[in-house]
């Protein structure tokens, strides 16, 4: 099996599965229960919280572990507004963020709060003026995600978060793409929050992070909530959040090595592509800096994406598509339609994210594949 669908989840690694074991057999008590045993499991969840905190130069007295990024996503922007909305009624977001920023926006608007969705280049990238023009004397929190899932664009954020300071208003920032494949250094980063998640970075399913500017005011969402000083309800999933870690810190030390090689995969895979003389595009860029290299937006004339990805599962290739097919429906991907794509081209879209373990022999049998797919269904 060729696994090229990182962006979507990653295998979970070996040392995060250990982590996960030796956590559940050794450290099981509640992290709040005040016998030896609870304690135990306390100091192994600060030890998380100042490792987590660590790899992205941050603060781990506010870190806050969540049931997934979403989860994350949702309880950051939530609690964040409610210890600021008396301040204003004006927010602003990105038209091509994660579903679970995008509810939480359309809730807002929903109880007559003015929401701006900022628009994209044809890069996908999101200009600093735009981002300038669109700030009220009410503006109160924003939201921008720092690289996107679909495209794999990076935003300017630490731009982005310089002019939103100066205008005081609140910043968050959806971080579960870039954690672990870009730097992010929270010290010199003008954000409030930032969100991670673990199945993205080779740790387990369900567990994400809300890793805040300690001085950032919010308001529990939920009250009455005890764990975590309010910030989420429920006993912490101490295995998880130790499995979570390991991945974390793994992921950090072989960074800028990885970065190193998701740049040379890429552009081996375009230069046999093209050599291939089929004609395809890349959205977002395929040489640049605002570009995460591990992930590639494809486009080919002639097939569509879901076609691409069905004639590539039966060699055992496993890629996506931004629409999700559900009982016979197709959502265009948000971010495809934000890029103002026609229909045709929405539906032409497919992608390709790399791993830590894709090499060029695998990128050799997809480049093979794609160009005999090409040639017989292409029309
Ligand atoms: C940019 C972004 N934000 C948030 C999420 C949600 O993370 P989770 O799957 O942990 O809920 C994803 C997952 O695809 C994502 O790509």
């Given at each position: 099996m060729i696994y090229l669908d990182h962006a979507a989840t990653t295998p979970i690694s070996k040392e995060a599965i250990e982590a996960w074991l030796k956590t559940s057999e050794h450290?099981?008590?509640?992290?709040?229960?005040?016998h030896e045993e609870g304690e135990k499991a306390r100091q192994l969840f600060y030890t998380c919280k100042k490792e987590l905190a660590r790899v992205v130069n941050g603060?781990?007295?506010?870190v806050y572990f969540t049931g997934s990024g979403s989860e994350a996503n949702l309880l950051a922007l939530e609690s964040l507004y409610k210890a600021n909305k008396y301040k204003g009624n004006h927010v602003i977001t990105s038209s091509i963020e994660h579903p679970s920023v995008l509810s939480f926006f359309q809730r807002l608007e929903d109880q007559g709060r003015d929401v701006t969705y900022l628009p994209v280049q044809s890069d996908g990238t999101i200009l600093l003026n735009t981002v300038k023009n669109s700030i009220r004397k009410d503006t109160i929190l924003a939201s921008i995600q720092?690289?996107?899932?679909?495209?794999?664009v990076i935003q300017p954020i630490k731009e982005i978060g310089q002019l939103l300071r100066r205008h005081r208003i609140i910043f968050h920032s959806d971080c579960v793409q870039s954690f672990g494949k870009v730097p992010l250094d929270l010290e010199n980063l003008p954000v409030d929050t930032i969100t991670v998640s673990s199945h993205k970075i080779y740790g387990p399913k369900g567990i994400g992070a809300v890793i805040m500017n300690k001085d950032t005011p919010w308001k529990p969402v939920h009250p009455l909530t005890s764990h975590q000083e309010g910030f989420r309800h429920g006993t912490i999933d101490l295995p998880g959040i130790a499995a979570f870690t390991t991945a974390a810190v793994h992921i950090h030390e072989r960074m800028d090595k990885q970065l190193d090689s998701f740049w040379t995969l890429r552009k081996y895979l375009l230069k046999k592509l093209k050599d291939s003389g089929i004609h395809f595009t890349v959205d977002g860029g395929e040489d640049v800096e605002t570009q995460l290299p591990s992930i590639l937006a494809v486009s080919i004339a002639g097939i569509e994406g879901q076609l691409m990805m069905q004639r590539l599962d039966r060699y055992h290739i496993a890629i996506s598509t931004?629409?999700?097919?559900?009982s016979g429906k197709q959502d265009p991907s948000r971010t495809m339609v934000a890029l103002q794509k026609t229909k045709q081209e929405i539906h032409r879209y497919f992608r390709l994210s790399f791993g830590k373990d894709t090499t060029k022999a695998q990128l050799d049998e997809l480049a093979k594949r794609l160009v005999e797919i090409v040639q017989t269904v292409a029309v």
């Open positions: 450290y099981f008590a509640n992290t709040e229960s005040l603060e781990s007295e506010a720092h690289v996107n899932s679909e495209i794999g931004g629409s999700a097919c559900q």
